[in-house]
């Protein structure tokens, strides 16, 4: 009997996703079947095989605090409706193919260029494969107008030498919100959805499915005019929340120079319910998302509509996020009489959030480089992670013993690290630096009563 259910292809297994191949995965009939088969198809390289492989062995191929995401996956391998390949091929089967291939900008003479190369050719990829009918759904994060003035273009050229038209195509967009974390999985399944189609039918094609795989009755979908008007959505918020954090980068030194606690300033102020999401002083800002994010919109107004608009916020917020984790490297110098040269020095946390094994831009980053620049000895640690690629060193697989340092930065704040006890595991006179609200008021004090310095970024000193 040949089998009636319908097949997905996610194109691209990296954080996004692989967790989208296996929410996909989950959903079910009414009878409890599985409601698609799904296959993740990534490059044949080293890092594609390596996801591939785990994916077919029922784990997830990257650390995760989640254990619902770990269990999850194992449940669909194990009933054998979630496979990964590297053959593309497969893309001539599927009935809905969704895209999670990364787009990069870079910086030409300051200017910020969007670099399409590697997305066109995974679309193009999808173009000589793709059969009639099938909808190819866009979650990459992509600056507004790629659906129309890249992806149409690209496909509407493959399909034109098979004799397709392009109205035998569905081309939708839907942003993803994913937030790896303990509620990784989740953050897919059980959040609200932006979406918009290139058609009618292609929205209302790409509405039927994520009202297969999203709880819609608790998180309904928001259903937008045009495909632009849904990438600017993704990229707008995203924008937000960077302006968001920036606008905290004054405010931290403020508060340090004053001597006043600005997370207890700003519990107060988050009481206020048109300002519960401000943001808390922290390293800085890390992940694929709001490091780049907010260039999009100004690149693709010159690159895709030939428009010369300024975005002065946007990128004001991204130079000051990126030079944030430079304020910890000027605290820890002001701590250690003016210099850190020689210093021993461990950095707890190298991924860019906290429970999360992702080191993508992580602040992390900039702090490690800058500190070895001025001469410290700098050792690395990270619960999620055992190897560093951006730096290419291998980090300690368990926290040594805090004795052996000069100071000691807790850079994220990992679950792993918040039950420390700083009294009595750290030597008298040595410093700690709490750069992301790590520790409570009680274990800084306790620790203080044991001669150990300890200081926050974002509160002024001894509090």
Partial sequence: MISTTK?????????????MAVAVALATNEDKSPMYDVIGVDLPNNEGNKRVNSINEGVFPFA??????SKSIKKVSNQGNLKATTDSSIYANADIIIVDIHLDIQYLDDQPN?????????????????????????????PPGTCEKVVVPVLRDELNKRNIKLDNIHIAHSYERVMPGKDYLKSITDYWRVFSGYSETAANICEEFLNNIINTQKFPLTRLSSTIASETAKVMENTYRAVNIAF???????????????????????KRPTHSNIRFPGLGVGGYCLTKDPTFAPAAASQLFNKNLHFPFSRMAVKINHDMPLHTVSRLKSLMNGSIYGKKILVCGVSYR???????????????????TQGSDVICHDPYLTYWDELSISLLKKLPSFLDFDAIIFAVAHTHYRDLDLSSSIRQGSIVLDANGVFTREQRESARENNVIVESIGRGDGL
């Fill in 64 to 69: 995760t605090s989640d254990e619902n995401l």
């Fill in 354 to 372: 906290q429970d999360v094994g992702d080191t993508r831009y992580s602040p992390s980053e900039i702090l490690v480089r800058e500190m070895m």
């Fill in 248 to 270: 905290i980068d004054e405010w931290t030194k403020y508060a340090e120079s004053i001597d006043i606690d600005l997370f207890e300033v700003l519990d107060a102020i988050r």
């Fill in 114 to 142: 969007l670099e399409f190369e590697n997305f066109k050719s995974a679309i193009r990829t999808i173009g000589k494969q793709v059969k009639k009918e099938t909808l190819i759904l866009i979650e990459t994060t992509v």
């Fill in 7 to 19: 097949l997905v292809c996610v194109q691209g297994l990296g954080f996004v996703g692989s967790a």
